[in-house]
């Protein structure tokens, strides 16, 4: 028997059959632009019919979005025009009927890929970090991913950026000043940096004085957040992954730099084992749990 797992993402949604000998089968769509989630969802279950095979067996499903999935709704998932209005578990019951179906928010499910498999396998308080169009960190602790009580720990891409008594003033939050999406609105809208997008950013990096500072800035603001997460749980290890960590050493240089400065006692910064995969990774080991539940 085969588990079938699912990565939604902003920008697309990767799904993967996994048989019980490890050999697997892998499909890619791409999420037009403000295309209807009700047409992704729709899609992908023509795309996971597909790659199950005409018999469709698969024992489990491990499905990994984006937001805080409830019973009948999915909160806090701005990226896909719709999304927060999908009843998404019931969906899945829908179309899966018997066969259990695990949901779990994406980082989450990184992260509980990279403890039991990946750069957090091990470690006893280790702490995922996901730098990409959002941002967001889980505390794995032996293991064990930190859920929280509404299932939202480690959302500081909610956190405030400057004083929180400005924030209806219009202060940003640290998504929107950091990540992907809302770095990229300030590079385009910054005519001293000589760049259009996030890239670019980099490329400029030690030929733009502007372009220096504003990612030295934007650095600055993760690190704050990162010192303040943890201070809370006190990891050995950070593991960073998603899409801001093409930088490469422009990131961690830096970022490894000011955790140093700032905590008593510095964590070993890496990069995700699993890369661009780890919530499609931790999606079949959901699928896995399930199953064997």
């Not at 593991?239 to 140093?260: E, H, I, N, W, Y």
Request: hydrophobic share 45%; proline share 5%.
């Amino acid at each position: 028997m085969s588990v079938l797992g699912i990565d939604f993402g902003g920008t697309k949604v990767a799904l993967r059959v996994e048989a019980a000998d490890g050999s697997r089968r892998d499909e890619r769509l791409r999420i037009g632009p403000d295309e209807p989630a009700v047409s992704v969802l729709e899609r992908t279950f023509t795309a996971a019919a597909r790659l199950a095979g005409p018999d469709a067996a698969v024992e489990a499903v491990g499905v990994s979005t984006p937001g805080i999935v409830f019973d009948d709704r999915v909160d806090l998932a701005p990226n896909v025009v719709g999304w927060s209005e999908l009843d998404l578990a019931g969906r899945f019951r829908e179309v899966f009927g018997a066969v259990p179906v695990a949901i779990e928010n994406d980082v989450k499910a990184a992260a509980l890929a990279e403890g039991r498999e990946g750069a957090l396998q091990g470690t006893r308080v280790g702490l995922y970090v996901n730098l990409g169009t959002g941002i967001a960190i889980a505390p794995v602790l032996d293991g064990l991913v930190l859920r929280g009580a509404h299932g939202a720990a480690g959302e500081i891409g909610y956190g405030i950026v400057g004083a929180v008594s400005q924030w209806r003033a219009g202060a940003p939050t640290l998504e929107e000043y950091a990540g992907g999406s809302g770095l990229e609105r300030r590079v385009a809208a910054d005519a001293l940096v000589p760049a259009s997008d996030v890239p670019e950013l980099i490329a400029a990096l030690g030929t733009s004085p502007a372009a220096d500072e504003m990612w030295s800035g934007t650095i600055d603001e993760i690190a704050r957040h990162l010192v303040t997460a943890a201070l809370t749980c006190d990891p050995s290890r950070i593991v960073v992954g998603g899409g801001m960590t093409r930088a490469g050493s422009a990131l961690f240089q830096p970022l490894s730099a000011r955790l140093g400065a700032a905590l008593p006692y510095a964590p070993e910064l890496l990069l995700s084992e699993f890369g661009p995969d780890a919530s499609l990774r931790g999606a079949v080991m959901l699928a896995d749990d399930a199953a064997a539940a």
